[in-house]
């Protein structure tokens, strides 16, 4: 999710971010916090960097306590077991970056990969979400077309394995039916902001793209993919769930 326009190019100095890490499961996991208000998760999804969301949390933060975090094996957050991914684990984690924000509870917004670990953390910890928004989430196993996804992203998975991540991430991009430009000119936008936000802090420690794009194309897409979100348990629980589409999707219905 990104921003366009003046204000997604030119930071907001006057917002304060605070960053700090929790220790979850094995693994440290960094996050910032911005605002005051209501408390506001927002869950990243490929790539699981929080920086693709730091335009749009400068311009929340006036009226949300707004939680950014890097997920696990991604970015910022470390790495130390990346053979294994679990959504369950995932929830666990973002559920650990809203009490380590000093939060029992928050409202989430999850895209892609990151509404699936939302809708997770309204099945299995209802405490901890006082509703979410789900953009896009990708479960194939929801769709009318679910054979036709399944073997999709079966395949993808197998060009990861066979011929790389790289050359799976280029047969997934052009597969899903998005407007790629517009994905790529967002996701820069979303990066020069955030760089400038902290003034680019080049010695700061991350995982590697290459390393962050395996744990994608080889670990988290068929988890993310095959998930299928138990909608009457999430209803006895009482979480409001939102499902948000973007005009490119629902115009093209993909």
């Known amino acids: 999710m990104t921003t366009s326009g003046p204000e ?34 927002l869950i990243p999804g490929a790539g699981g960097d929080a920086d693709v969301y730091a335009a749009v949390a400068d311009l929340l933060s006036d009226e949300f306590k707004v939680i950014t975090y890097d997920r696990r094996a991604n970015a910022r957050s470390t790495s130390n077991s990346p053979q294994n991914f679990e959504i369950s684990q995932q929830s666990r984690d973002a559920v650990a970056v809203i009490h380590a924000a000093g939060e029992q509870a928050a409202f989430i917004f999850g895209s892609s990969s990151g509404d699936v670990i939302a809708l997770d953390a309204a099945r299995t910890q209802p405490h901890a979400v006082r509703a979410a928004v789900a953009h896009e989430p990708p479960c194939a196993r929801v769709s009318p077309n679910a054979a036709k996804w399944q073997r999709f992203f079966a395949n993808v998975y197998r060009t990861a394995h066979h011929f790389g991540s790289s050359l799976a991430g280029l047969r997934f991009i052009f597969g899903i039916q998005v407007p790629v430009r517009k994905l790529v000119k967002g996701h820069t936008q979303a990066v020069e902001y955030a ?60």
């Not at 917002?15 to 910032?32: K, M, N, P, Q």
């Open 8 to 41: 997604s190019s030119t930071p907001r100095p006057n917002v304060r971010v605070t960053t700090s890490r929790v220790r979850s499961e094995g693994d440290d996991l960094y996050f910032e916090v911005r605002g005051h208000g209501p408390a506001l998760l």
């Open 195 to 254: 760089r400038g936000r902290r003034e680019f802090r080049q010695h700061e420690d991350r995982i590697s793209s290459l390393d962050t794009n395996n744990v994608l194309m080889k670990l988290e897409l068929l988890p993310v993919t095959n998930y299928l979100p138990d909608v009457q348990l999430i209803r006895r629980n009482g979480v409001t769930i939102i499902v948000a589409v973007g005009k490119w999707a629902q115009d093209r219905q993909t």
